[in-house]
């Protein structure tokens, strides 16, 4: 079991209100709040060591070495990578992504394989690579999928949907690629902050990953591939650190992980991302799971009555995580978002959270969405159940 009271005592977010009224965060698969630890641990970077890591030999850039040394082993046993080499730091997921698009020697008229419920930053990517053939099969499906990986190149897949909160089963389906010959990028950004992902178990190929989502810095994120595929991916952002040698006309690339590292870093980020990691660790990601779970089941329960009020994917709650996705008949989930702002601080997201195709393919304005996380209580569940019985009042 978590306790929240002790929990919420790490996160500053909450030693505020506004308007004399609690905040109640309900958009952690957007953004997480982030717990002092990481906020420490980024402002010892700037009040410590604020020096260049990678090229000074001296005593502080050295010690930047050190610390980014460290995130990259905490972010490998997370993982469970063979070697801190397979990490790679990027800004965030979509970065993440679209280093492999541009990187992975696809050849002209290779196909690549989405489902239908992906996030933009995993779809944009394969639309307006002019290498590739980008084909979709349903989300979830295993029977679809196995036809549509046929003569597939990679395939490159969300683990759990921001969306609503499912999961795609993807061992099997990792397990059914590499059958057909075809590798498999994962994108985690919202499956790591809330559960194992073993990728040595899940075999996957490369996967992705942002640091804000899981109780990290902005700007920080991850992405896990193979050595031996590694090896093989061209680098596309190219500069300084990513080079042994250079003369006017030739170059000599770093090793790996630095030749996919241009530039200069976010050093604090990366710093406070290992922080982040030993704080979900301390909790434990089963934990962190059973929480959620136990929360959407009482906002599940306690709206089940509600007239015209729709839960966008499966009825039950342990399907979704800690997701709660919705729309009430005759309202706009902009107008929910907002009346439960003004009325009692709930924020929550709204809109098509960047799965525009989705919610245009099924003909849907968007929907109003909760998510949950290891700082939310049963009380906050509570508040959030009265608004809404009291908003669905209106239509």
């Not at 897949?157 to 498999?184: F, Q, R, W, Y």
Request: with cysteine.
């Amino acid at each position: 079991m978590i306790d929240t009271e002790k929990i919420r005592k790490d996160f500053p977010v909450y030693d505020r209100d506004i308007n004399g009224k609690p905040i109640i965060y309900m958009d952690s698969a957007c953004v997480s709040m982030k717990p002092k630890q990481v906020i420490e641990a980024i402002n010892r970077y700037y009040n410590e060591f604020p020096a260049c890591g990678g090229r000074s030999i001296h005593k502080l850039g050295k010690q930047v070495d050190e610390e980014v040394l460290k995130t990259r082993k905490e972010v490998k046993g997370f993982f469970n990578a063979k070697s801190e080499k397979e990490i790679i730091f990027t800004k965030n997921t979509t970065e993440s992504i679209n280093l492999v698009a541009n990187s992975f020697k696809f050849e002209k008229d290779d196909i690549m394989l989405t489902s239908d419920k992906e996030h933009n930053s995993n779809l944009l990517p394969w639309q307006v690579n002019d290498k590739v053939e980008h084909r979709i099969f349903k989300f979830g499906d295993i029977e679809d999928f196995k036809e549509k990986v046929k003569g597939v190149k990679m395939v490159s897949i969300v683990h759990t949907s921001n969306l609503d909160g499912t999961s795609n089963p993807v061992k099997e389906m990792i397990k059914i690629a590499h059958e057909n010959n075809a590798l498999v990028l994962l994108d985690a950004a919202q499956s790591a902050p809330h559960k194992e992902v073993d990728v040595r178990k899940l075999d996957v190929d490369f996967l992705a990953c942002s640091g804000h989502k899981m109780l990290g810095p902005s700007g920080t994120g991850v992405l896990y591939g193979k050595l031996e595929l590694l090896e093989e991916l061209k680098p596309f952002l190219v500069g300084g650190d990513t080079v042994k040698e250079t003369t006017y006309t030739e170059h000599e690339f770093e090793d790996i992980p630095e030749r996919f590292e241009a530039g200069l870093q976010n050093y604090a980020g990366i710093i406070g991302l290992g922080e982040a990691i030993r704080y979900l660790k301390k909790i434990g990601l089963d934990n962190i799971h059973e929480h959620e779970v136990m929360l959407n089941k009482q906002i599940t329960e306690g709206l089940k009555d509600v007239k015209g009020l729709k839960i966008i994917g499966p009825e039950e709650p342990d399907k979704r995580g800690g997701v709660f996705s919705f729309n009430i008949e005759g309202m706009n989930p902009h107008n929910i978002a907002t009346m439960l702002n003004e009325s009692s601080n709930i924020m929550i997201r709204s809109g098509a959270h960047c799965v525009h195709s989705w919610f245009n393919a099924n003909k849907m304005n968007g929907s109003a969405r909760v998510s949950l996380y290891v700082y939310n209580t049963k009380e906050e569940c509570e508040e959030f159940v009265e608004q809404v019985k009291k908003i669905a009042e209106f239509v």
